[in-house]
């Protein structure tokens, strides 16, 4: 699964524009799997949770609407 960059940024903007090591340390992920997921790599569904669990926004709102 590809998260969208742009949905990633915005939720992250919404979250206080956490940094990447802030991110990782939430979502308990590698400071590398929040990279390749920023980045538009695709991700498992565990770890989109996550990191939406650590936006604290749903699922829905990271990924495209198509």
Known sequence: MRLNENRFATALAKAGNLTINQLAERSHLSR???SLAKSGKGVRLETAARIAVALNCSIEELFDNK
């Open 32 to 34: 590398q799997t929040i």
